[in-house]
């Protein structure tokens, strides 16, 4: 959820940055969406969950893009990394064993919708 958040404030940076229209627009669109995913794989339903993932890496391989194109002057670097480590750590805990786990006793106990 923290990554989401940080992936649309992200956006709204670049937003304000002359030229950066389209590259914020979906930064933000993609944090809004992921906090969606994210909200509804927390309550337990495990389709949600892998669609996060799919979006978060998609995210991580677009910034990679834009830092690449842009080079090291970029000059939110150190929010892109932040938000980039962010993104493959949650996604990374959110496929361990016990998560998995986790998903299963929820649809198990029908707490999933």
Request: glycine share 12%; charged share 10%.
């Amino acid at each position: 959820m923290v990554a989401a958040v940080l992936t649309a404030a992200l956006g709204l940076m670049i937003l304000s940055i002359p030229g950066g229209r389209i590259i914020g627009g979906l930064l933000l669109l993609a944090g809004l969406a992921l906090a969606f995913l994210a909200d509804r794989a927390r309550k337990g339903d495990i389709r949600f969950a892998r669609a996060a993932l799919g979006l978060a890496m998609a995210s991580v391989v677009f910034l990679a893009v834009v830092v690449l194109l842009l080079g090291p002057g970029v000059f939110f670097l150190g929010a892109i990394v932040l938000v980039m480590l962010l993104e493959i750590v949650g996604s990374a805990m959110n496929q361990r064993a016990a998560s998995q786990k986790w998903y299963e006793s929820q649809s198990a106990t029908g707490k999933a919708p």
